[in-house]
Nanobody, 126 residues
């Protein structure tokens, strides 16, 4: 049974940092794209960052108050993907989800991913 389990969320003050982790199990993910999405209250789930497990290529969202330059996605060990989040602000408040997808190319849309975690809440206080 495939499982993606997120951890590391919590309450942090604006300007602070958090590191989210996603532990993947149940199959080999070496051919997968692993990604982080987030869903803020009242909004649709949105792409944040992704990495190709085999190539280590990384991709970041390019919208609004961009996460690029503040967030960093990485692989930590065989089946763990992390998201280091720095200089957090209130717009980063959301439930953060880990996802895994097998399609080729750069996957930034929710429907392109096959497996999802339950999410972890990140709240940034101003």
């Amino acid at each position: 049974q495939v499982k993606l389990v997120e951890s590391g969320g919590g309450l942090v003050q604006a300007g602070g940092s958090l590191r989210l982790s996603c532990a993947a199990s149940g199959r080999s993910f070496t051919s997968y794209t692993m990604a982080w999405f987030r869903q803020a209250p009242g909004q649709e789930r949105a792409f944040v960052a992704a990495t190709k497990w085999a190539s280590s290529n990384v991709y970041y969202a390019d919208y609004g108050s961009s996460v690029k330059g503040r967030f960093a996605i990485s692989r930590d060990g065989e089946n763990t993907v992390s998201l280091q989040m720095n200089s957090l602000n209130s717009e980063d408040t959301a439930v953060y989800y880990c996802a895994a997808g097998l399609l080729p190319g750069v996957l930034t849309r929710e429907g392109e991913y096959d497996y999802w975690g339950q999410g972890t809440q990140v709240t940034v206080s101003s």
